[in-house]
């Protein structure tokens, strides 16, 4: 019994040390035209799943009317845009610099439409470890967040009214 756990030890060991030579040592290339690790994507995605957590059931305490979504377009072109693209702009040059790449929010794409609108929510407040995803919690009050959120989760039946002032603002 001794003997199989010490070679259990080991042996974790060892494939710990050679994860860590191979990191180390050049064998994962680190920059951003590499793409994506093995298990990577995966492994991402299921740690902001986790993180995100039971706020993706918060429901907006702010109606999704014309008036905040006017107001939602209005953040998104001043604290967005600039790295999810405007309208039929789906990315930006500073975004195809960055890994990953910030998803293309606006159409033609379908950006977080299929998002609750709490996991938004979340994501705008907190941020991404790990991206250029930044926080905007302190940057933004509640309502501004909310009010982008709600204007991310219904992109794709916006009022003629506020795709109006995107159209403005992008060209």
């Known amino acids: ?9 080991v042996g974790i060991g060892l494939v710990l040390l050679a994860g860590y030579l191979f990191a180390t040592r050049g064998g994962i290339f680190m920059g951003i035209n590499g793409g994506p ?9 299921k740690a902001i799943s986790a993180s995100i957590g039971e706020s993706s059931h918060d429901q907006s305490p702010l109606p999704a009317d014309e008036t905040n979504l006017l107001a939602g377009a209005r953040v998104y072109q001043k604290n967005c845009a600039g790295c999810h693209g405007g309208l039929d702009q789906p990315e930006s ?9 910030p998803p293309s929010l ?6 977080v439409t299929d998002d609750p609108v709490g996991a938004t ?6 941020g991404v470890r ?3 995803m930044p926080s905007y919690e302190g940057k933004l009050n ?8 709600l204007f991310l989760h219904n992109v794709d039946k916006l009022p003629s009214s506020v795709q109006e002032v995107l159209r403005q603002r992008s060209d």
Do not use: C, T
């Open 130 to 132: 790990f991206s250029a």
């Open 1 to 9: 019994m001794i003997k199989f756990l010490l070679g259990l030890v």
């Open 37 to 45: 690790l093995p298990l990577e994507q995966s492994i991402a995605e």
């Open 106 to 111: 606006l159409l033609p794409g379908k950006g």
């Open 142 to 149: 509640d309502a501004e967040i909310w009010q982008v959120s």
């Open 93 to 101: 040059a500073l975004a195809k610099r960055f890994y990953p790449h």
């Open 121 to 126: 929510h979340w994501v705008v407040k907190n």
